[in-house]
């Protein structure tokens, strides 16, 4: 098959033929009909994801065909539409006995812990536990969005966040995941302030239902910025995943306010700095939020398919396997607005 591959970090990927995938006995092969590209990836690519062995192909978000199923799995058959969580969880640890798969102790995720989807194919572990069937109204871009990103911004913010009508939601970053968020919270009927930098991303999160968007250009106190317009806010999130976002998200809330960190913080020490004496003073929550449980997926596709949720607004362009390996290089510098899929058996 062809595969997106890298053999060192941060150094160009290439597009090359490598062995077909073969399902474990509790696994499945899915032909890859979309995928996602990810800031995850990119930190993969760069070397800061310690999970990952050389030479690797990346790839998390997914959805597409079974092509072949292991001999233990009993729930899916060659032929049926699916995508999965990126936390492809055990089953049976303890976190997964209380269904909390998204957080599993034995979880594999795919272009990380083993090759991932930019590729013809893609093994996934533990079939029965992770795949989710695809509605049959639903594309296999839009599935894939929902891997990753969708998924990880809706347990964020309904579950984790536990967003309510009237509530005033900051979004820290408006790259997939925080434009999923924003959608997600606008329609849960909270008001949302989006931050960003970048007037393309703001003008997706207005589109998507932001009440108010601030750019964060130039602007030294983001947080104060947030408190202005919202009195301080109920929930906050920082969908991008720095000490900066983070900071502003913490500092922006109102008291007893939650703030989800929801965007990776690899820094070379391990930790980020949290305004944690804010947290003391006002009584604020803080919490991780990590994917979305598989058995978590069929209220978030009801919201989907009844069109209170457009996912598939989210899918700004499509590429080919061949520029795959330009486009997750500029993931770092110049990600674009919205979300990119790749189609790796599109030649066009
Ligand atoms: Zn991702
Ligand atoms: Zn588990």
Redesign the pocket.
């Known amino acids: 098959m062809r595969a997106v591959v890298f053999e060192r970090y941060g150094t160009p990927a290439q597009v090359r033929e490598v062995p077909d995938p073969e399902p474990a006995e509790h696994g499945v092969v899915v032909r890859v009909e979309a995928t996602g590209l990810?800031r995850?990836d990119w930190h993969g690519w760069m070397g800061h994801d310690p999970d990952i062995t050389l030479p690797h192909v990346p790839g998390?978000?997914l959805a597409g065909v079974v092509e072949a199923v292991g001999s233990r799995v009993t729930g899916w058959r060659p032929g049926d539409r699916v995508t999965v969580p990126?936390v492809c969880a055990c089953g049976t640890c303890p976190a997964c006995a209380a269904g909390d798969q998204q957080v599993c102790e034995r979880q594999t995720q795919p272009g990380f812990h083993h090759w991932g989807s930019f590729a013809e194919y893609v093994a996934l572990d533990h079939a029965d536990v992770n795949l989710v069937a695809i509605p049959d109204d639903m594309s296999y871009a839009t599935a894939a969005a929902l891997g990753?990103?969708f998924a990880t911004a809706y347990r964020a913010v309904v579950q984790q966040g536990r967003v309510a009508a009237g509530e005033w939601v900051a979004v820290h970053g408006c790259g997939g995941v925080g434009l999923s968020a924003v959608m997600i919270a606008a329609a849960s009927g909270a008001r949302v302030v989006a931050v960003d930098v970048s007037p393309q991303a703001l003008g997706l999160a207005r589109k998507f239902g932001a009440a108010e968007c601030l750019d964060a250009t130039g602007v030294s106190d983001p947080a104060a910025a947030v408190r202005e317009l919202t009195g301080g806010a109920h929930l906050s999130l920082d969908a991008l995943g720095s000490p900066a976002t983070c900071a502003a998200s913490v500092n922006g809330l109102r008291r007893r306010g939650r703030h989800v960190q929801v965007g990776l913080l690899p820094s070379a020490d391990g930790t980020t700095p949290v305004p944690l004496a804010r947290a003391v003073a006002l009584e604020l929550e803080l919490l991780g939020s990590h994917g979305m449980a598989a058995h978590a997926y069929p209220g978030m596709l009801r919201l989907v398919r009844s069109g209170v949720l457009r996912p598939d607004l989210l899918v700004t362009s499509t590429l080919t396997l061949a520029a795959a390996p330009a486009a997750l290089a500029a993931m770092g510098t110049a990600p674009g607005a919205g979300v990119t899929v790749i189609e790796p058996w599109s030649r066009a």
């Open positions: 990810c995850s998390h978000e990126f990753c990103r």
